[in-house]
């Protein structure tokens, strides 16, 4: 598959430079295609019986595989979940910590992750994202190490298997500018999230958490897909695998978009994602303070000359989509496979 090609199979590429990837990906024809007709099963045949049950774990078996290959791990090991941020929850609050554990995360991580940690009960310590001022944090109450492995604010990349290593803690890592953008291994850790809407281009409301040892954590958010059998009190046997942590209902329309997002990307992706990435860095380090650095994914991030809202909103009139970072003055933008060099020019003449 060709760029062209890719290029011709998201239709709002025809209209803007679309460089928002990091919030929502572009959606190509195929993935709301495969969307439409289960839509039409669904008017047809309706939302009931064996049949659509059938239908229903066959499209989460389809979508398990190919999430866990995007991971490298075993698809016992994925639970379906709705977003990042479901998975965050899911790992913070089945820990069970107490107000004096601690975990150690940055300040420049998303609500997503850093509600959680809140809500999980125990104390949060926030550091810069410095390696070495993350693992000095790290003390004797430290029970888990909560990171991303790109951070939605610059696109700057962390060594967490490093901090892994050295720290011997578990590592829960938010996955949402990583899967899809770059190759990913997340063996080697404990707990990574992952985002469907964003650089996989699905639908919303998908998405999947990696559990390297599911029986380990406790599910502390239990949905009917979580069990094997109940009884009346609720008590329940849970599901084998990390499929015991299934967040809850994923629609099957969304369910066939994701698979097909998924099966669509081509292989040349995180190649083609860090070059064009580089060549927007590049260009607009010519003119701008640009605070990503060269080892970066998909994200680009500057300092622009006027208010980031008004930079965003002049660029939006012109027919360039990217974002504003609150509260830091920087704007986001966000470069994927299907990104081309006439994208890059747009957004520099519209700058």
Sequence with gaps: MTLDEVRASFPVLERVAYLNAGTFGPLARGTVEAMRARHQLDLDLGRAGAWYRDETAALRGDARPRLAALLGVDPANIALTQSTSDGCQIVALGLGLKAHDEIVTTDSEHFGLIGALHASGARVVVTSPSPDVIAAAVGRHTRLLALSAVLWTTGEMLPLRD???ETGLPVLVDGAQSVGAIEVDAEPFDFYTVSGQKWLCGPDTTGALYVREPEALAVARPSFLSQQSYT?????????????FDSGWIPPPSLSGLVA?????????FTRTFEVAERCRQLLAE??????GPEHAGLVAFRPEREPAQVVERLAERG?????IPGTGLVRVSCGYWTSDGDLERLLDAL
Excluded: H, S
Aim: hydrophobic residues 45%.
């Design 163 to 165: 901090l892994k290593e």
């Design 232 to 244: 009346p009190d609720g008590a329940f046997d849970p599901q084998p695998g990390a499929a015991r």
């Design 261 to 269: 997002a998924v099966d669509a990307a081509p292989e040349w992706r």
């Design 287 to 292: 003119r701008f303070d640009v605070v990503t």
């Design 320 to 324: 360039v989509v990217v974002r504003e």
